[in-house]
């Protein structure tokens, strides 16, 4: 018994060992921008030379900074919206409109995870090209909508899913119609998963850069505002600082995104039980 406990104790200890050497290569470049977004040279390079805010102060009164965010704010907004609501009726009609041809757009709704994003910012511009659209602003909300869309189906459709079919089928057999059902009954009880979804197809499209630069016109978002500044190393302090704000808000945003949803499936739990 001694030798099978050593050789798990040993094999326990290995796979410690492993999961924080994958940490430490995972986090730690991303744990050095706030760093030296704090230090007082344009080199990223230690020594240290002091502490400094000096590189956040140059985020005001930039306006080419705020434009930049701007768009990425009002891109985000709109994008994640419809991909919000397409993410709603996709996965809804997927999981109670009994067709194959739902199943279909359901299952190629979540396609654009598999495919390269250099791939899908060609196959955009050359459509957005065809329909006479070409690199503007409207081609990027599309074009982030499609991006987004995978999660927004995905965590709506694991709503759905663990709402108990009892509660649809009693709202049925008293005379609601489907519209009046998942109006009145499944989309309430859905609620902090929609916002959950919202929140990170919003996140998707912010940080999204790679559609961006294929289809961005003359109105560049974040993404390819920080990339263009990256050309010249005077600004990668404030680029870095730039970053770290990134960085702190999509935590916060993604924590309570996630937390959203932990109490949306708590509710669906309940609602089991009640059933």
Not at 39 to 52: E, H, R, V, Y
Not at 177 to 186: A, E, G, H, L, N
Request: charged content about 10%; overall charge positive; some cysteine.
């Amino acid at each position: 018994m001694n030798a099978p406990r050593k050789e798990a104790n040993a094999g326990g200890r290995w796979l410690g060992l492993y999961v924080l050497a994958y940490l430490v290569f995972l986090y730690l470049p991303i744990l050095l921008i706030p760093l030296f977004s704090f230090n007082d040279s344009i080199q990223a390079a230690f020594p240290l030379q002091g502490f400094t805010f000096g590189w956040y102060e140059t985020l005001y009164d930039n306006p080419a900074l705020s434009g930049a965010l701007a768009n990425s704010l009002v891109i985000g907004v709109i994008a994640a919206s419809g991909a919000t609501l397409c993410g709603i009726t996709v996965s809804y009609m997927d999981l109670y409109g009994r067709s194959p041809l739902a199943a279909t757009i359901s299952a190629v709704a979540r396609l654009p995870i598999l495919i390269p994003g250099v791939i899908i910012g060609i196959s955009l511009l050359i459509l957005v090209n065809l329909i006479g659209l070409g690199p503007s602003r409207v081609a990027i909300v599309l074009g982030h909508i499609l991006v987004a869309l995978p999660t927004t189906v995905v965590v709506m459709r694991s709503r759905f899913a663990a709402i108990p079919k009892t509660i649809r089928e009693a709202a049925l057999d008293l005379g609601a119609s489907d519209w009046t059902t998942f109006r009145r009954v499944m989309l309430p009880l859905s609620a902090p998963a929609v916002l959950s979804a919202f929140m990170l197809a919003f996140l998707t499209s912010f940080d999204e850069f790679i559609v961006v630069f294929f289809l961005a016109g003359t109105e560049p978002t974040l993404p390819l505002y920080i990339w263009s500044q990256l050309r010249f190393p005077r600004s990668l302090p404030t680029v870095m600082a730039l970053g770290t704000v990134i960085l702190a808000v999509s935590f916060m945003i993604a924590a309570l995104a996630e937390i959203l949803r932990h109490r949306g499936l708590g509710t669906a739990r309940r609602a089991a039980s009640a059933a």
